[in-house]
């Protein structure tokens, strides 16, 4: 459990820095870590619920959506974690998924 936490922090931390438009300190990755775990349990769900005849209709493609709203969400709300735009936002989602993704795979 650790151990996927801290490649999620990982994840955060190599996107942000391969993105231009988006800056993170490490204890800012730490508490987006933290915060975008409660906010997948708690808020996604419902978001997602909320919106599902739109998902529907683009076969999924506006979850990219919800997840840079969320993004931005946790921009306004975490000191040091900073994203220049929804452009971004969604770039972010997506390269983090992706590291998160591989980095899961090499651990299990």
Known sequence: MLIKFLSLV???????YLLPGVTVSLWAAIWVAILLGIINITLKPFLIFITLPINILTLGLFTFIINAFLILLLSSIVKGFDVAGFGWAILFGILMSVVNYFLNKIID
């Open 10 to 16: 990982f994840s955060i931390l190599l996107s942000a």
